[in-house]
Nanobody
Framework: QVQLVESGGGLVQAGGSLRLSCTAS????????MGWYRQAPGKQRELVAS???????NYVDSVKGRFTISRDNAKNTVYLQMTSLKPEDTAVYYC????????WGQGTQVTVSS
């Protein structure tokens, strides 16, 4: 069973920054695309950023220019650098493959105060 452990969330003021990390229990080098997802209260989970093994990235429009996804296959870890945070970024953040597998971690809460 795949385990995904997200960390790095917290409470931050609008305009602040956070760096999220996600470590997998399996080698992510075999997973072409990894992604960060988020789920806000009352909303569906959405993919906000993804990165392929070759380094190409994709972002949802609402985070373009503010979030940066990266991966370190040697550490089985995916990162999400978030800057210029907005209250609407408040959500639980998860990582998974893109498209996602059935395995989800516990997520990490990001709360942005205005």
């Amino acid at each position: 069973q795949v385990q995904l452990v997200e960390s790095g969330g917290g409470l931050v003021q609008a305009g602040g920054s956070l760096r999220l990390s996600c470590t997998a229990s399996v080698s992510i080098s075999t997973i072409n695309a990894m992604g960060w997802y988020r789920q806000a209260p009352g909303k569906q989970r959405e993919l906000v950023a993804s990165i392929r093994n070759g380094g190409s990235t994709n972002y949802v429009d609402s985070v373009k220019g503010r979030f940066t996804i990266s991966r370190d296959n040697a550490k089985n870890t995916v990162y999400l650098q978030m800057t210029s945070l907005k209250p609407e970024d408040t959500a639980v953040y998860y990582c998974n493959g893109a498209p996602h597998s059935q395995y989800w971690g516990q997520g990490t809460q990001v709360t942005v105060s205005s």
